[in-house]
């Protein structure tokens, strides 16, 4: 049965058509994702060299190990961004989690933060209870995305059929379908995301930054919600910041 690492990477799918696409793509190869993977892997890479998408999964292998979580969803990811392939959810969910912990490893490390733990989504699970973990990382994400999509008013109502059918074609479990109609039908609230974040930096700023992909920021009310949700998770500048340039450029 489908969980939530499918949905979100058929949510993701959903996307790529916009801005999400050019904002992947920056984050893949730049951000200063890659010279932070190159210190932890012993230095490799010249410094303060840009390196491309390709050399970037080459480490992110030789730390992760492959799998639908770490380098081979990131490379499933590149793949549908470049035009090498069609990935399947499970694997773009999967990249998507392991890009995003990245980025929120790589600005917190830029930041002078110290992270407890790596961010899920990282390397790929290697027991039960990391697979339990990466999904209820999963979950939250979904819920920041789907959360930035109402930031702006509502969910537009064709995007919310293309996820129902997305849902049925998948196989979704009822508790995943129930999640999804629910968080799109309700008011805008992210209080349950922040909850779940308390304590936890590195999904904090994981959900910052899927947030970020999934929102324009092109009208006032999603700037504000953008501005109120760093505030809530307790996010600190220079971490929103590095994000920001991350997926921004």
């Known amino acids: 049965m489908a969980g939530f690492s499918d949905v979100l990477g058929a949510l993701l799918e959903s996307q790529l058509g916009g801005s999400a696409k050019g904002k992947l ?63 399947s959810s499970r694997d773009l969910g999967g990249g998507l989690m392991a890009l995003l912990g990245g980025l929120a490893m790589n600005a917190m490390s830029q930041a002078g933060q110290q992270t407890a733990r790596a961010p899920a989504g990282l390397r790929a699970p290697a027991v039960p209870e990391e697979e339990e973990e990466l999904e209820s990382a999963a979950q939250v994400v979904l819920m920041a995305m789907i959360n930035a999509a109402k930031a702006d008013g509502r969910i537009d109502p064709e995007e919310a059929e293309r996820i129902v059918a997305q849902l049925d074609a998948m196989g979704a479990d009822q508790e995943v379908r129930d999640f999804v109609y629910e968080a799109m039908a309700g008011p805008l609230d992210a209080g349950p995301m922040v909850e779940a974040s308390r304590g936890r930096p ?48």
């Open 25 to 87: 793509a920056r984050g893949l190869q730049g951000g200063g994702l890659e010279q932070m993977l190159g210190q932890m892997l012993g230095g490799s890479g010249p410094s303060g060299q840009e390196q491309s998408g390709g050399d970037l999964m080459g480490m992110l292998g030789q730390m992760l190990g492959g799998g639908r979580s770490g380098s081979g969803g990131l490379q499933a990811l590149a793949g549908q961004l470049l035009g090498g392939g069609r990935a």
């Open 202 to 249: 590195e999904l904090a700023a994981q959900v910052y930054a899927a947030t970020l992909l999934a929102v324009e920021v092109d009208t006032a009310a999603e700037n504000r919600y953008l501005q109120e949700l760093q505030q809530a998770l307790g996010l600190p500048p220079r971490v929103v910041e590095h994000i920001e340039r991350s997926l921004r450029g």
